[in-house]
C-alpha cells in the first residue's frame, strides 16, 4: 500500500507546484491580514521562499510545492521532538 507524504498530499490539494501564497495563507495562516501577509513575505519570515514569476510588485506570490512540504515536515519534526522530550520527562519524574 502506497503512503502518502507531505508534497504528494499538498499536489492532490493544490494541483500545481508553484502553489499561490494567498492560497496557503487562507488554509495555514489564517490570522494573518494580507499585509501581514505581505511584510512576513517581504522580510523572508516564512519559513519557505516567496517568488514572483515577472518583475511585477502586483504580482502574485508562490511557493514551490516542494520547499513548503519541506517546511512544514521540518516542523513537524521539531514539534514532534520537544513533545518527546518533554513526555520523557514527565514520565521519569512521576516514578
Same mark, same amino acid.
Do not use: W
Given at each position: 500500500?502506497?503512503?502518502?507524504? =507531505?508534497?504528494?498530499? +499538498?499536489?492532490?490539494?493544490?494541483? /500545481? &507546484?508553484? *502553489?499561490? +501564497? !494567498?492560497? $496557503? /495563507? ?5 490570522? %494573518?491580514?494580507? !499585509?501581514? *501577509?505581505?511584510?512576513?513575505? #517581504? ?5 519557505? @521562499?516567496? *517568488? #514572483? ?7 502574485? %506570490?508562490?511557493? &514551490? +510545492?516542494? !520547499? ?6 521540518? $516542523?513537524?519534526?521539531? @514539534?514532534? @521532538? *520537544?513533545?518527546?522530550? /518533554? =513526555? ?6 512521576? =516514578?
Amino acid at each position: 500500500m502506497y503512503e502518502l507524504n =507531505t508534497a504528494d498530499y +499538498l499536489f492532490l490539494k493544490y494541483r /500545481t &507546484h508553484l *502553489i499561490k +501564497l !494567498e492560497d $496557503i /495563507t487562507k488554509d495555514f495562516y489564517p490570522n %494573518l491580514c494580507k !499585509e501581514k *501577509i505581505l511584510e512576513k513575505a #517581504r522580510q523572508h519570515k516564512f519559513p519557505f @521562499s516567496c *517568488i #514572483r514569476l515577472d518583475d511585477s510588485q502586483k504580482g502574485p %506570490l508562490f511557493v &514551490h +510545492l516542494n !520547499e513548503l512540504a519541506n517546511a512544514f515536515d521540518e $516542523i513537524y519534526r521539531k @514539534s514532534h @521532538s *520537544i513533545f518527546q522530550n /518533554t =513526555t520523557q520527562k514527565a514520565i521519569q519524574s512521576v =516514578t
